[in-house]
């Protein structure tokens, strides 16, 4: 992957702001098809991986759709569809409350555990692949935040 100028075929942008607007859209795309086959290899898509994470955050304590709605990366999906699938190939667990019968408590298996590190590796691979190291990670984690704030 070359500079922007050369992947979108665009010689000039009105600004370096408009530039850097498209260059965030433009590689939040190329990372995804990237790293989409190490969800796809393992069953999961990355809204499954995110929910995953979100759950094993909670450690051995359990965790509400709520819960995971609210930080979910993408709330645009169906979550119960999501965590229907990952209930059904073994990477959680859903339990009915013992003190709230209509509340549904979710957990982690060992085997979500588990994918959670593999596809970890994967990712911290591409990373150190492309020639990221951590000093530069983290002035590009700072950069993000401050759009966002």
């Known amino acids: ?3 922007l100028e050369d992947e979108i075929k665009q010689s000039k942008f009105k600004s370096q702001i408009q530039k850097g607007f498209l260059n965030i859209l433009y590689t939040s795309n190329y990372l995804r ?3 989409a ?7 999961i898509l990355q809204q499954h991986y995110n929910i995953l994470r979100i ?16 930080v979910m990366l993408d709330k645009g999906r169906d979550l119960t569809r999501l965590v229907d699938k990952l209930v059904k190939i073994g ?3 859903r339990r009915t409350s013992p003190t709230n019968r209509r509340k549904v408590e ?4 060992l085997e979500g555990e588990n994918i959670i590190e ?19 990670a983290e002035i590009l984690n700072n950069l ?3 759009i966002r704030t």
């Open 33 to 35: 098809d990237k790293t």
């Open 118 to 136: 593999i596809i970890d590796l994967k990712i911290t691979r591409f990373y150190s692949d492309l020639g990221i190291n951590e000093g530069e």
């Open 91 to 93: 990477y959680l667990e």
């Open 1 to 3: 992957m070359g500079s």
């Open 37 to 43: 086959p190490f969800f796809k290899e393992n069953g």
């Open 55 to 70: 759950v094993k955050g909670k450690k051995d304590e359990p965790t509400s759709p709520g819960q995971i709605i609210e």
């Open 144 to 146: 993000l935040d401050k």
């Open 106 to 109: 979710i957990f982690i298996t």
